[in-house]
C-alpha cells in the first residue's frame, strides 16, 4: 500500500522557517520524483518544488526560489521541504505527491499518482 505523509507544518510569523517532511512508504523512492504543492483557501493546488528521481534535479516555483529547498534521504524514505524567510502569501496546506519517473511538467497536479493528506502552514503575526 502506497502511502505519503506530511508533517512539519504549524503557525509561524513573517521570517520564520518550518521544515516539511514527507515520508513515503510502499514505492522504491530511488525511482519516484516528489513534487509539493499548495492549496490556499479559495485557491487551486500549485506546484511549489520537486526534486525528481534522475540526479536529484530540483525545481522551484519563482515566488520561492531563494526561500525553499527541497531534498530527499532514499534511505530515510523522506523528502524535505525546507521553508525560509516564510510570507503571509505561503499561508496553505502543503502536499507532497509522487510521479514516476521524471514528470513531464513537474509543476502540474496531472502527472502524480499519489498524494499525501496535507499539512497546515500558517504565516501570520
Known amino acids: 500500500q502506497v502511502q505519503l505523509v506530511e508533517s512539519g507544518g504549524g503557525l509561524v510569523q513573517p521570517g520564520d522557517s518550518l521544515r516539511l517532511s514527507c515520508v513515503v512508504s510502499g514505492l522504491p523512492m530511488e525511482f519516484w520524483s516528489i513534487g509539493w504543492f499548495r492549496q490556499a483557501p479559495g485557491g487551486e493546488r500549485e506546484g511549489v518544488s520537486c526534486?525528481?528521481?534522475?540526479?536529484?534535479?530540483?525545481h522551484y516555483k519563482d515566488s520561492v526560489k531563494g526561500r525553499f529547498t527541497v531534498s530527499r534521504d532514499n534511505t530515510k524514505k523522506t523528502v524535505y521541504l525546507q521553508m525560509n524567510n516564510l510570507k503571509p502569501e505561503d499561508t496553505a496546506v502543503y502536499y507532497c505527491a509522487a510521479d514516476l519517473g521524471p514528470p513531464a511538467d513537474w509543476s502540474s497536479t496531472e502527472g502524480y499518482d499519489y498524494w499525501g493528506q496535507g499539512t497546515q502552514v500558517t504565516v501570520s503575526s
Open positions: 526534486i525528481t528521481s534522475v540526479n536529484d534535479h530540483t
